[in-house]
């Protein structure tokens, strides 16, 4: 089935910093999901993504699929601490969601 | 609020014990699934359920069961517990459409010694 890379596996930022994790594909996405996972706990879904090039915003949050449908980036400006977490990409592989390695975010105060 | 529910939060059990980890939403959600994951690692699917009397198995090999008698209701049973069983399982389940993604539950975080 389809599978996605995250980059970077890691993301140490200063607090008040911007920051861009990326998820890519080798095939075209249908759609593509986000999920954040606070340390301790359980995924929260964040947003889904399906048109080309579409691109969400949540406060603090850009979402942006690429406009191949083969990649996906989450942009993070002006990062808190309430921040910290793994960011998860998730596709649908046969209708079920097949998620990403992640990127687990930490915030230096 | 979370509308799913997972029991217990935490477990530790001695190997060969049988143990159910029971998995309850208020959704009236179809879709079920279990996800296995290891602390700070991906999170592989070992069972999911459309509906009710239907179930498979997922990406990952697991031996564990799981059944679905009831919308509501779907447990996971390990029947001889192991070491290699240790991890965090979490349950999900999916509303009508895909714009709202998948509902998980706080997970069950099961210890085997």
């Known amino acids: 089935g389809q599978q996605v890379m995250q980059i970077p596996q890691y993301q140490h930022v200063q607090e008040g910093e911007d920051f861009t994790t990326y998820c890519n594909s080798s095939?075209?996405?249908?759609?593509i999901q986000w999920y954040k996972q606070r340390p301790g706990g359980h995924p929260v879904f964040l947003i889904q993504l399906v048109k080309s090039g579409e691109v969400k915003k949540q406060k603090r949050l850009t979402f942006q699929f690429g406009e191949a449908k083969k990649n996906s980036s989450l942009h993070i400006t002006a990062t808190q601490t309430t921040d910290v977490g793994t960011y998860f990409c998730?596709?649908?592989?046969?209708?079920?969601?097949?998620f990403g390695a992640g990127t687990t975010v930490t915030v230096r105060a | 609020e979370a509308d799913i529910y997972q029991t217990p939060r935490y477990l530790v059990i001695g190997t060969g014990k049988k143990i159910t980890l029971e998995c309850s939403q208020t959704?009236?959600?179809?879709?079920m699934y279990w996800y296995q994951q290891d602390p700070g690692m991906e999170l592989h699917l070992i069972h999911y359920s459309y509906g009710v009397n239907s179930t498979e198995k997922g990406d990952l090999s697991s031996e564990s069961t799981v059944s679905r008698i009831r919308t509501e209701h779907f447990p996971l049973t390990l029947e001889s517990a192991r070491p290699s069983h240790t991890s965090q399982y979490l349950c999900a389940s999916e509303g009508i459409g895909m714009a709202y993604g998948y509902t998980f539950g706080s997970g069950t975080r099961l210890t085997v010694v």
């Open positions: 959704m009236g959600h179809d879709k």
């Open positions: 095939t075209t996405l249908s759609n």
């Open positions: 998730a596709l649908f592989n046969d209708y079920k969601l097949s």
